[in-house]
């Protein structure tokens, strides 16, 4: 049970997959290695995580492993670590060579140590398509020495870009894991909020919000959360979570759990007195008033730089109105003004990665448009440094996120995160109950 087997319908995407990269590739032979373990120290591993484009084409969840795609042939090949009882009895059981063909779908399988003899004979006289993994991949030698020996010759590896093409689509399998993730991290910031108010540290936040996803059924978070009292908010990847709570703190949890490695994304803010106050009311009013305004402008063809600037220009607005920024929206704009409150995007695409797809090539003049089956997070957020001597002293230290998950469908879009509130009665009406 380690492992689950692929279903039928995961082994059709993974095969549809496969075919329409090979349509990009043409003539030559992709060669896609797995990820490999990292050490931590001495014998302990860091957690092992599939490289998310082999997990994409193959499903495969072994490390150490090959994948070749043959567009000639149509036939996919896996190389994966050999059956080894000794291993086995300290890492876990393999599928082997047999297991790997006959649950993965794939033409055929052999063990990696075959490699050194499968692999030239598979290249030979061919175009390949590859990527070397890092120094430390411990089939790299074997496979750059069969390209090297055999191989007519490397050509420019498509794979990456097309591969990106291809994720930032979502099938409605995929879409039912991204829910599931979606719906499961929700209910982990409630439990999170409700935690919140008898917590006297960071960690024990992220202890509820961990203890409500595993409970849930989700094993992994999609990256570490961030649980960032007061001013540890406007450090955007804050990471310590160990920092006291003070009564008057602001929490801002970005988080979320993933679920068949599709991730979710939430974030949220919430006072742990259990009112929102003062300046704090007033940055978190309009950052709320900002991303619901962003989520509704959400549909297939609006541009994704445009619909940031056009949240750019709201948040602008509302800071000139509160008096931390001066002059017209448009003078703060050409001047770069608001990059002191609001250093990041706006949006960034979800998938198996949750900067999912980070490697298509971005060409600074086009503004892709929006299509349906993307899914996209939306999330703006306000930052006053506590050493920004220029902000008034009572907004200084007050950091603000508030992040959804969307898909974007044919006449709109829909909120994958929706169950979880962000409405200051509702957040109020939770925190004051726990
Ligand atoms: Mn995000």
């Known amino acids: 049970m380690a492992h689950p087997i692929p279903d039928a319908a995961a082994l059709a995407e993974f095969a549809g997959r496969r075919a329409a990269l090979s349509e990009a590739a043409g003539e030559a032979i992709l060669l896609v290695p797995s990820a490999y373990v990292h050490l931590r120290n001495v014998d302990t591993s860091f957690p092992f995580f599939q490289e998310s484009d082999f997990r994409y084409l193959c499903g495969f969840p072994e490390p150490d492993s090959l994948l070749v795609i043959d567009p000639l042939t149509r036939q996919s090949i896996l190389f994966v670590p ?29 063990d990696s140590d075959d490699l050194g003899k499968e692999l030239p004979r598979l290249l030979q ?6 990527t070397p993994p890092p120094a430390d991949h411990p089939l790299k030698a074997a496979i750059d020495s069969a390209v090297a020996a055999q191989a007519k010759g490397l050509v420019p590896d498509l794979r990456p870009a097309t591969v990106a093409r291809l994720r930032r689509f979502k099938s409605p399998r995929e879409l039912g894991f991204m829910r599931r993730a979606a719906a499961i991290s929700a209910a982990a910031h409630v439990a999170a909020m ?4 008898k917590a006297t540290h960071e960690y024990q936040i992220e202890a509820a919000y961990c203890f409500s996803c595993l ?22 990847h804050y990471q310590d979570n160990n920092a006291p709570i003070a009564p008057g703190d602001l929490i801002l949890i970005d988080a979320g759990c993933e679920v068949e490695g599709y991730a979710s994304d939430i974030t949220r803010t919430w006072p742990v007195s259990g009112r929102f106050t ?9 950052c709320l008033q900002v991303q619901k305004d962003a989520i509704a402008r959400l549909r297939p063809g609006i541009g994704m730089r445009q619909a940031h600037i056009a949240t750019s220009r709201d948040l602008a607005e509302g800071l000139r109105q509160l008096g931390l920024l001066s002059g017209s929206v448009d003078e703060i704009m050409e001047k770069k003004q608001l990059s002191r409150f609001y250093p990041h995007g706006t949006s960034h ?19 892709a448009p929006l299509e349906a089956g993307m899914v996209i997070t939306v999330e703006p957020g306000l930052y006053v440094q506590s050493h920004d001597l220029l902000a008034p002293a009572a907004f200084r230290g007050i950091g603000v996120r508030i992040e959804d998950d969307i898909l974007i469908t044919a006449d709109g879009h829909e909120i994958l995160s929706a169950a979880c509130p962000k409405e200051i009665a509702e957040l109020e009406s939770i925190l004051q109950e726990s």
């Open 278 to 286: 003062g300046p704090a009311r007033e940055l978190y009013s309009l």
């Open 349 to 367: 695409h979800l998938g198996l990665d949750v900067h999912d797809v980070y490697r298509l090539p971005r060409d600074p003049k086009i503004d």
């Open 215 to 236: 409970q849930a059924g989700a094993r992994h978070q999609a990256y570490d959360a961030i649980v960032a009292t007061g001013a540890n908010a406007c450090c955007l």
């Open 125 to 130: 006289g061919r175009s390949v398509m590859y």
């Open 82 to 110: 050999p059956k080894d009882p000794e291993r086995e009895l300290w890492d876990g059981l393999r599928f082997g060579s047999a297991g790997a063909k006959e649950f993965f779908g794939v033409d055929a399988a052999f």
């Open 194 to 197: 409700r935690a919140g108010r």
